[in-house]
């Protein structure tokens, strides 16, 4: 009979300390940004990131004491990720947002359903690969329906336009089939159907083009902004509150590019501090993944957890000038609501599998 494990405590520390991490660097980020261009006050993005913080703490203790076998449930889990495609097609019939459809506007605010399906994608496609090996299915009627799930909730993401959350998708979505063996076959149609999705998706549209062109070539204006941050902090960087990049330099300082700030005003010794901590959230996530006590239940940590390593990989990396812009947050770091309340579900349900209990 499998024994009961404590909750990692050192996951949670870790999180609540690095979502800590982000309330401090949003205030100093948007500051400036606050109150010159949006003319609110300054430290209103600060609040509404502790605000987000604050929320999603409660929902990663709901999340970490949740029943599980409820949760990866077909009848849960599916129906799930059908009304997360809901939330994807509904703001294509409200007004845009920035000239996109990305968010859903609702009475008490509005949230971005592509990160909704960063939890969604992967607990749906863990619930049907368990269910079919209870069945003892076949792989074609295992795996194919399974990207047929994928295909369609990244089609969606992807017609937002949101390539980056699309890519993060992608990578939940590999994770969780290879480690459930899928076959060669379907795993050459997603790799195919993968490529050709992104060519058509950077060809749709000129501004994707523009930042291949820079990326190879000459350095776009934010990412060249976002090297001078980085380099002017030093090892030791200028002190928090003193970056001056953010002083209408460096685009988005408290979003996509809060790591530059991160860089400038804590130098290389406090960025590398706040890369470990992001380091030891995943490896406890796969940690949890890997003592997991079922099939489902890794399958989901796994996923959950290269999901959160992809997404931090590639803001650092844009901001490193080491792959073409794209903005995607920086998991509990940047500012957003939606994206910290997820990501906060996610690492609660990671918690959930890990104090499951193995043998």
Same mark, same amino acid.
């Given at each position: 009979?499998p024994?009961?494990?404590?909750?990692?405590?050192?996951?949670?520390?870790?999180?609540?300390l690095?979502?800590?991490?982000?309330v401090?660097?949003?205030?100093s980020?948007s500051?400036p940004?606050?109150?010159?261009?949006y003319?609110?006050?300054?430290?209103?993005f600060?609040?509404?990131q502790?605000?987000?913080v604050?929320?999603?703490?409660?929902?990663?203790?709901?999340?970490?004491?949740?029943?599980?076998?409820l949760?990866?449930?077909?009848?849960?889990?599916?129906?799930?990720?059908?009304?997360?495609?809901?939330?994807?097609?509904v703001?294509?019939l409200?007004?845009?947002?920035?000239?996109?459809?990305r968010?859903?506007?609702l009475?008490?605010?509005?949230v971005?359903p592509?990160a909704?399906?960063?939890?969604?994608?992967p607990?749906?496609?863990?619930s049907?690969?368990?269910?079919?090996?209870a069945?003892?299915?076949?792989?074609?009627r295992?795996?194919?329906p399974?990207l047929?799930?994928?295909g369609l909730?990244?089609?969606?993401?992807? !017609? +937002?336009?949101?390539?980056?959350? &699309? @890519?993060?998708? *992608?990578?939940g979505?590999?994770?969780? =089939?290879? /480690?459930?063996e899928?076959?060669?076959?379907p795993?050459?149609?997603?790799?195919?159907?993968?490529?050709?999705?992104?060519?058509?998706a950077?060809l749709?549209?000129?501004?994707?083009?523009?930042?291949?062109?820079?990326?190879f070539?000459e350095?776009?204006?934010?990412v060249q902004?976002s090297l001078i941050?980085l380099?002017?902090?030093g090892?030791?960087?200028r002190?928090?509150g003193e970056?001056t990049q953010?002083?209408?330099f460096?685009p988005y300082?408290?979003?996509?590019?809060i790591?530059?700030v991160v860089?400038?005003?804590?130098?290389?010794w406090?960025?590398?501090?706040?890369l470990?901590?992001?380091?030891?959230i995943?490896?406890?996530?796969?940690?949890?993944a890997?003592r997991?006590?079922t099939?489902?239940t890794g399958l989901l940590? !796994? +996923?959950?957890?290269v999901?959160? &390593? @992809?997404q931090? *990989?590639?803001?650092?990396s844009v901001? =490193?000038? /080491?792959?073409?812009?794209?903005?995607?947050?920086?998991?509990l770091?940047?500012?957003g609501?939606?994206?910290?309340l997820?990501?906060m579900v996610?690492?609660?349900l990671v918690?959930?599998?890990?104090?499951?209990?193995?043998?």
């Amino acid at each position: 009979m499998p024994r009961q494990r404590q909750v990692d405590r050192l996951l949670i520390a870790t999180t609540l300390l690095t979502a800590t991490v982000g309330v401090v660097m949003v205030a100093s980020a948007s500051g400036p940004l606050a109150r010159e261009y949006y003319r609110v006050p300054e430290f209103e993005f600060a609040f509404r990131q502790l605000v987000a913080v604050l929320r999603g703490a409660g929902a990663m203790l709901a999340a970490t004491f949740m029943p599980l076998d409820l949760l990866l449930r077909p009848q849960v889990a599916l129906p799930g990720l059908g009304l997360t495609w809901g939330a994807l097609i509904v703001p294509f019939l409200q007004s845009p947002v920035a000239g996109t459809h990305r968010w859903l506007q609702l009475p008490m605010g509005s949230v971005q359903p592509s990160a909704l399906a960063k939890v969604a994608l992967p607990l749906a496609l863990a619930s049907w690969v368990a269910l079919c090996r209870a069945r003892r299915e076949t792989p074609e009627r295992t795996f194919y329906p399974a990207l047929a799930m994928t295909g369609l909730t990244v089609v969606l993401v992807l !017609a +937002g336009p949101d390539l980056g959350s &699309a @890519v993060l998708l *992608l990578a939940g979505a590999v994770a969780v =089939l290879l /480690l459930a063996e899928m076959p060669w076959k379907p795993l050459l149609a997603l790799g195919g159907g993968t490529a050709l999705m992104v060519v058509v998706a950077v060809l749709a549209k000129p501004y994707r083009i523009e930042r291949i062109r820079t990326f190879f070539g000459e350095t776009s204006y934010q990412v060249q902004q976002s090297l001078i941050a980085l380099g002017g902090g030093g090892a030791l960087g200028r002190g928090i509150g003193e970056s001056t990049q953010k002083l209408f330099f460096l685009p988005y300082p408290h979003t996509d590019f809060i790591f530059a700030v991160v860089g400038e005003e804590v130098g290389l010794w406090g960025a590398t501090l706040t890369l470990a901590l992001l380091g030891v959230i995943i490896v406890r996530a796969l940690r949890a993944a890997y003592r997991s006590p079922t099939l489902a239940t890794g399958l989901l940590a !796994a +996923g959950l957890a290269v999901t959160l &390593a @992809v997404q931090a *990989l590639i803001n650092v990396s844009v901001c =490193l000038k /080491l792959m073409p812009a794209k903005g995607l947050p920086l998991p509990l770091l940047s500012a957003g609501g939606s994206d910290v309340l997820v990501t906060m579900v996610a690492i609660g349900l990671v918690l959930n599998v890990g104090k499951e209990g193995g043998q």
